[in-house]
């Protein structure tokens, strides 16, 4: 399997450091608000290198944080819960919107089954135990920060220029163009939830930085060096740039083999923002009657590492073409004794080695789209019944689109069909006309063939 790694640049084979299983840690959501569709296409892509690398035949231990202690999870707190103690209103705020984050990514086809989900509040200790191991750091009234000065190495993964001015800042939210020391621990300021910590013979009240959350639970449940760290290509620089530094500084090796990045997702060609209202969440796109799973679609469609731009119109026309792959799923409910017409040509091996070239999903897709083709207006014989559900699981397992998933329709709806199909016979249109509108209304359309009708969901 071949994989593009950002820290080297290149497309290379990828090579687990204890096959067959891959070790994966993946940036998770700061639980303050919704996650927008831009944070969702990165957990889609994630989900796909998690499924493809199954495929191929590996084990993975997958690894993902909930930034529950942060500048922004600390900030909306104080403003939803002004009358909770710091520690309480930040649990409060933090654990509706991770219930929120999950619901949202089990609409869209995210499977964390097998993932081990942990919470940066849930392990302070770890983060300080790895801050008092990090050599290059200080010891500040407002904290402890990391000194850049003397990590000769910052800058690796982003081919940093560091003629910037070297000086502390304290916000975590800082302009990611800006080389400066960064906050390991922060020391309480006035309503803010703290932990204690005891360093160099000093008592610091506060709480950590955003950064060393991640190096601290990454390397407590993979070990370091580990295989593959993932997320959006926004945090590349400073987060992921800041957690080598202090990884690498802390324990003298490698924090990850293999860091692998997300483009953006535009909409309308322009960056999400508030104030363009152009913020969209997945709720957004249900309200507009669109399917969650259109969504996941429409990030399949592009590279992982190409930019996407979102617009109503191509999602509503990604809906259109997932009610088609549907059509086709619905097909493994009707058969008929006939000659086979599926084609050899037509082997899951084939999605898992585009799959398998960098997450190859748009090529992917096209396989499945010739599928949906070729499978139009036809039945399926007895003896391919069971090749073809075994096909759309396979299928399912790798692109997460839940086509296999779909049910039989119910004893009534079969009723109506044939009771349809005698009033054509009869030459009763009119009659025939109203069964088919009754189906309608209940979601079931009919496609009338020389072989007779083959119904699908709407």
Known sequence: MKVYNSLTRTLEELKPLRPPEVSLYTCGPTVY????????????????????LKSSGYGVKHVMNITDIDDKTISRSKQLYPDSSP????????SHYESIFLDDAKKIGIDFSDSRIVKATDHIQDMQGLICKIPNKYLTDDGVYFDLEKYPLYGELVNLDRSHTHHRIQNDEYDKDHVADFA???AKKEDEPSWDFEI???????RPGWHIECSAMSTKYLGQ??????GGIDLMFPHHENEIAQSVSANHEKLAKVFMHSEHLLVDGKKMSKSLDNFYTLDD????????????????QAHYRSQLNFTW????????RLNGYRAMADLQWQTIDSQPWLESSLNINIVTNLLQDDLNTPTALAFLSGLTAQTSDKFISKTELAYFKKLLKELDAILGLNLSSSKDILDEQKRLISQREVARKNINWGEADKYRDGLSRQGIEINDTPHGPIWSRK
């Open 87 to 94: 520690n309480e209103a930040l649990k409060k705020l933090t």
């Open 184 to 186: 390991l621990w922060k």
């Open 313 to 320: 119109e191509s999602l509503e026309a990604v809906q259109t």
């Open 33 to 52: 608000d919704h996650v927008h569709i831009g944070n969702l296409r990165t957990y889609i892509f994630e989900d796909i290198l998690r499924r493809t």
């Open 200 to 206: 160099e013979g000093k008592n610091i009240t506060g």
């Open 285 to 300: 796109v249900i309200k507009q009657g669109i399917d969650p799973m259109a969504f996941r679609l429409l990030v399949l």
């Open 225 to 230: 060096p580990f295989d593959i760290h993932t």
